[in-house]
């Protein structure tokens, strides 16, 4: 089946400094989706790309589904960032089918 | 605005007992709906989806079933649970982009 590989599992930062997650497919997908994880488990939308790259604040994304991955960047990383981010990819075949990877626990420090 | 309800926000059920957790979206017209479902420490993974009206696929066999009797509702059932239905169940529509619920937490005892 289709996978969707995420790393790094966890990620430590100190506050003001950054860094990226990443996430690899092993199939060309068609979008991506990245997530955070609110304190009720569900799922808060970061982003949503067919191509390219999106920027909201101190987030940035970036998909490339000729090379299959796809990277969420945070910059100045404050405490309440802290939190479990997931990236989600669809096929497209027919429907929209999301694929999950299994998280990215990050912990921002002071 | 667009708004996505579940119910209940939390369930302790019986091995055995039946199940039924609702879903309603509200400000969107004909969206796809997923039921989706995540076990304590496991992936979340799409269960069913929709379309329309009347119509459920499911990708995932778990002993469940869905339905959907209306356009803005999404119904997740099972007459008999057993331990491994315990986990998180998120709804979620699109018409492109997905966006989910508040989800149910479900215990099997």
């Known amino acids: 089946g289709d996978q969707v590989e995420q790393s790094p599992s966890a990620l430590s930062l100190h506050e003001g400094t950054g860094s990226a997650l990443r996430c690899n497919f092993t199939?060309?997908?068609?979008?991506v989706q990245w997530f955070r994880k609110n304190s009720r488990g569900s799922l808060i939308n970061l982003f949503y790309?067919?191509?390219g790259t999106k920027e909201n604040g101190r987030l940035k994304s970036a998909f490339d589904s000729k090379e299959r991955y796809s990277t969420l960047h945070i910059r100045d990383a404050q405490l309440e960032d802290s939190g479990t981010y997931f990236c989600?990819?669809?096929?497209?075949?027919?429907?929209?089918?999301?694929?999950f990877g299994k998280g990215t626990v990050l912990l921002v420090s002071p | 605005a667009q708004t996505i309800h579940q119910w209940p926000v939390a369930e302790i059920k019986a091995v055995g007992s039946p199940l039924s957790l609702g879903c309603t979206i509200k400000?969107?017209?004909?969206?796809?709906l997923y039921w989706y479902w995540q076990a304590t420490g496991g992936t979340l993974q799409q269960l069913f989806y929709?379309?329309?009206?009347?119509?459920v696929e499911s990708v995932v066999q778990l002993n469940l079933s869905a339905s959907r009797p209306k356009d803005d509702q999404f119904i997740l059932s099972t007459e008999k649970l057993l331990l491994s239905h315990s986990g998180f169940y998120l709804c979620?529509?699109?018409?492109?982009?997905?966006?989910f619920g508040p989800g149910t937490r479900l215990t099997v005892l």
């Open positions: 929709s379309i329309t009206v009347g119509q």
């Open positions: 989600a990819a669809e096929r497209g075949s027919g429907y929209n089918k999301l694929t």
């Open positions: 790309l067919a191509s």
């Open positions: 400000g969107k017209s004909s969206p796809n």
């Open positions: 199939t060309t997908m068609r979008a």
């Open positions: 979620a529509w699109s018409l492109d982009e997905q966006y």
